[in-house]
């Protein structure tokens, strides 16, 4: 019998612990972090800065910003 319950951690990103993240989207994964935040469209030139930040994804809407090789 397995003790634990389908208890996922997604990455060590610190907003997967947070009761209330402040970004809707994980910048590491992409996981759902805080899905009462609203998605709003994001532009291309806010993906841009997300990338200069070195996020891999969007924490507004966790597009993937950053390929996998
Ligand atoms: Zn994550
Ligand atoms: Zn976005």
């Known amino acids: 019998m397995m003790g634990r319950s389908m208890q996922r ?3 060590d990103n610190m907003n997967h ?3 209330n993240a402040p970004v809707g989207h994980c910048p590491q ?3 759902v972090v805080n899905d009462h935040i609203r998605v709003a469209p994001c532009s291309e030139s806010n993906h ?3 990338r200069r930040h070195q ?3 969007c924490v507004d809407c966790g ?3 950053i390929l996998a090789r």
Request: some cysteine.
């Open 29 to 31: 994964c992409g996981g």
């Open 9 to 11: 951690t997604p990455c």
């Open 55 to 57: 996020s891999v994804f």
């Open 48 to 50: 841009a800065a997300a």
């Open 63 to 65: 597009l993937r910003l």
């Open 17 to 19: 612990r947070r009761a």
